[in-house]
Nanobody
Framework: QVHLVESGGGSVQAGGSLRLSCLVS????????VGWYRQAAGKLREGVGY????????YVGDSVKGRFTVSQDNAKNTVYLQMSSLIPEDSATYYC????????????????????WGEGTLVTISS
């Protein structure tokens, strides 16, 4: 059974930073793509970024490029989402997921190629 557990959410002021962590329990899951998603109240879920742990290739979407980065610590079985220059529009529940990610950003952002999901961690940015 694969488990993904997010942590690190909280409330910060605009301009601040947070680092989210995703602990991935199963070796097989860690060999796939690990992605970050977010869903704000009343909005559709969107992809934020992903990493392929086997190659350390990481990518983030245009809406967060230059502010967010995805990284990993293999020794800790953990994938991180470092968020800086936060704005109120970044407020959402953030999820990590493991799977194939997909062949395009659109495919990844939809999330249908991901097999396992965490329960999410809430991020609130105040202005």
């Amino acid at each position: 059974q694969v488990h993904l557990v997010e942590s690190g959410g909280g409330s910060v002021q605009a301009g601040g930073s947070l680092r989210l962590s995703c602990l991935v329990s199963e070796y097989t899951a860690r060999q796939n793509c690990v992605g970050w998603y977010r869903q704000a109240a009343g909005k559709l879920r969107e992809g934020v970024g992903y990493i392929f742990p086997s190659s350390n290739y990481a990518y983030v979407g245009d809406s967060v490029k230059g502010r967010f980065t995805v990284s990993q610590d293999n020794a800790k079985n953990t994938v991180y989402l470092q968020m800086s220059s936060l704005i109120p529009e970044d407020s959402a529940t953030y999820y990590c997921a493991s799977g194939r990610c997909g062949s395009s950003w659109g495919a990844f952002s939809e999330g249908y190629n991901m097999d396992y999901w965490g329960e999410g961690t809430l991020v609130t940015i105040s202005s």
